[in-house]
T-cell receptor, first 115, second 111 residues
Framework: EPEVTQTPSHQVTQMGQEVILRCVPISNHLYFYWYRQILGQKVEFLVSFYNNEISEKSEIFDDQFSVERPDGSNFTLKIRSTKLEDSAMYFC?????????????FGEGSWLTVV | GQSLEQPSEVTAVEGAIVQINCTYQ??????LSWYQQHDGGAPTFLSYNALDGLEETGRFSSFLSRSDSYGYLLLQELQMKDSASYFC????????????WGLGTSLAVNP
């Protein structure tokens, strides 16, 4: 069964450093997402991406964050100048279309620890 | 604003039936989804309701009442492996590109 894959599974970085989290969405999907989950808290929407541009973003997704689809398969989240409060599990997700909630598939997540 | 409310914890025994309720406040409601998450792993889609009524998928069913801004997830014939967190989530502003999530309900299934 196709799946969303993410790397790295766990990254430790020093405060102020830049981090890039990578994702390979399901190949025939057109919509891509990043979500975040701080330990013990709810899943929070960060950004959605379609047709090589951001289609929605939350208030969390400020200038510190950026996304890119550098080639036909990868979808990346860059966090510039990381802060302690950026420590969280970051989930990539993808969907074929936008209209029904039952087509969003999540990767296993990248656990980011900022020290 | 937008918010979802669901119980923080539910405990049940194997073989039992449990109902996890979710009430929501949102603009431009576009469907109620349910996700299961084991120990911080990937959220896994369970069910989706766009219209009022009951949707059944095996042991799991989900119900929606748009007039009451209310839904629930019903889990039958509980198994130990059903111990997980269950999140309700709503689509925002007329589409599902942005899901707003509840805080999750931790379900513990005991022998």
């Amino acid at each position: 069964e196709p799946e969303v894959t993410q790397t790295p599974s766990h990254q430790v970085t020093q405060m102020g450093q830049e981090v890039i989290l990578r994702c390979v969405p399901i190949s025939n999907h057109l919509y891509f997402y990043w979500y975040r989950q701080i330990l013990g808290q709810k899943v929070e929407f960060l950004v959605s991406f379609y047709n090589n541009e951001i289609s929605e973003k939350s208030e969390i997704f400020d200038d510190q964050f950026s996304v890119e689809r550098p080639d036909g398969s990868n979808f990346t989240l860059k966090i510039r100048s990381t802060k302690l409060e950026d420590s969280a599990m970051y989930f990539c997700a993808s969907s074929r279309g936008q209209v029904s909630g039952n087509t969003i598939y999540f990767g296993e997540g990248s656990w980011l620890t900022v020290v | 604003g937008q918010s979802l409310e669901q119980p923080s914890e539910v405990t049940a025994v194997e073989g039992a039936i449990v109902q996890i309720n979710c009430t929501y406040q949102t603009s431009g409601f576009y469907g109620l989804s349910w996700y299961q998450q084991h120990d911080g792993g990937a959220p896994t889609f369970l069910s989706y309701n766009a219209l009022d009524g009951l949707e059944e998928t095996g042991r799991f069913s989900s119900f929606l009442s748009r007039s009451d801004s209310y839904g629930y997830l019903l889990l039958q014939e509980l198994q130990m492996k059903d111990s997980a967190s269950y999140f309700c989530a709503v689509g925002n502003a007329g589409n599902n590109r942005k899901l707003i999530w509840g805080l999750g309900t931790s379900l513990a299934v005991n022998p």
